[in-house]
């Protein structure tokens, strides 16, 4: 599942948050397992350049808002991490 996107240094910032174990065959959703992150960062007016990056714990976020929160402030640190903000989409960062 997706929430929305913001602005980060002029790219933008995507949190992807989705359930730790996938959901089966006829079943509904399965959030008692937690859920995992990871983020899309990409140039803004399109994807013309963009990556995702998957946040690595060691056990699933309790709830989606934590993974959400989580995401933001990961893409923050990579962002801010790089010389140039859209130095991130690089293949090599």
């Known amino acids: 599942m997706t929430t929305g996107f913001r602005l980060y240094h002029g790219l933008e910032v995507y949190p992807l948050v989705y359930p730790h174990r996938a ?16 983020v899309r960062i990409q140039e803004p007016g399109g994807a013309s350049r963009s990556r995702v990056f998957r946040l690595q714990v060691n056990r ?4 989606a808002g934590d993974a959400r929160r989580a995401s933001t402030a990961y893409a923050e ?6 010389p140039h903000a859209a130095n991130v989409l690089d293949p090599e960062s």
């Open 23 to 38: 959901t089966a065959p006829g079943s509904g959703h399965n959030y008692d397992e937690g859920f995992d992150a990871a």
């Open 60 to 63: 699933p976020f309790e709830n």
């Open 77 to 82: 640190r990579l962002i801010d991490a790089q």
